[in-house]
């Protein structure tokens, strides 16, 4: 059983729809990260929160908006979103963000399948 | 800028024998991290080994190791005795060392196919 939880597991949404991607950690973890994970291409990192406020943003369009309310929890919410969108979403926690050194890995969540229509 | 190169987009081996993966990467710092995360159907990705470029020792999990070498920057994943549970992408990565995780560089993965 994973540490980290995503929900739903696949979504399927309209262009002009709203919806949310939601992900929980059991781990005690304080940062948390939104990867998108697309055919034949790296992993792309689109958010960090640490200790619940967000510390990086790597030029992720304003349709997807993260939410992180407490350590455990964070959120994707998605709108007008386009169908190059369709992807894989994970989402990932760590003890601390790595500063430190390497000791600091991701534990990802099973990931929701996006598909933009 | 680092660069993680996966050459190999797909692999297969048969059951009980040995693969390796292939990685190169491309950095200009000294201290570093590398690592091999895997993710089976199950989508989940699981760091499989871990290597802080610093040691000379090559790191060891059970049945899988790597083969580091730092002044070619190849970092491979050799898998003995491969198992069906064995079957999954595989995704090498590298971050700087005492750098953030939100500095971690993936390549674009090997599939493997593990044949009974």
């Known amino acids: 059983e994973t540490g980290v939880t995503q929900t739903p597991r696949h979504l399927v949404m309209g262009m002009t729809n709203k919806k949310s991607l939601k992900c929980e950690q059991h781990l005690g973890h304080n940062a948390m990260y939104w990867y998108k994970q697309s055919a034949k291409k790296p992993l792309e990192l689109m958010f960090v929160y640490s200790l619940e406020e967000r510390v990086e943003n790597n030029s992720v369009p304003s349709r997807f908006s993260p939410e992180c309310p407490n350590s455990s929890h964070l959120f994707l919410h998605l709108h007008t979103l386009q169908p190059e969108d369709s992807a894989l979403y994970l989402c990932?926690?760590?003890?601390?963000?790595?500063?430190?050194?390497?000791?600091?890995?991701?534990?990802f969540g099973n990931g929701t399948r996006l598909t933009v229509t | 800028a680092q660069t993680v190169t996966q050459s190999q987009p797909e692999m297969s081996v048969q059951e009980a024998e040995t693969v390796t993966l292939s990685c190169t990467y491309d950095t200009s710092e000294s201290d570093y991290y590398l690592f091999w995360y895997k993710q089976p159907p199950s989508r989940q990705m699981i760091l499989v080994i871990r290597?802080?470029?610093?040691?000379?020792q090559n790191a060891t999990e059970n049945r899988f190791s790597v083969n580091f070498q730092k002044a070619a920057k190849s970092f491979s994943l050799k898998i003995s005795d491969s198992q069906l549970g064995d079957a999954a992408m595989y995704f090498c990565?590298?971050?700087?060392?005492?750098?953030?995780?939100?500095?971690?560089?993936f390549g674009k993965g090997t599939l493997l196919t593990v044949n009974p």
């Open positions: 990932a926690s760590s003890r601390g963000t790595g500063e430190y050194g390497g000791n600091s890995p991701l534990h």
């Open positions: 990565a590298s971050k700087v060392g005492g750098g953030s995780n939100y500095k971690l560089t």
């Open positions: 290597q802080e470029a610093y040691k000379q």
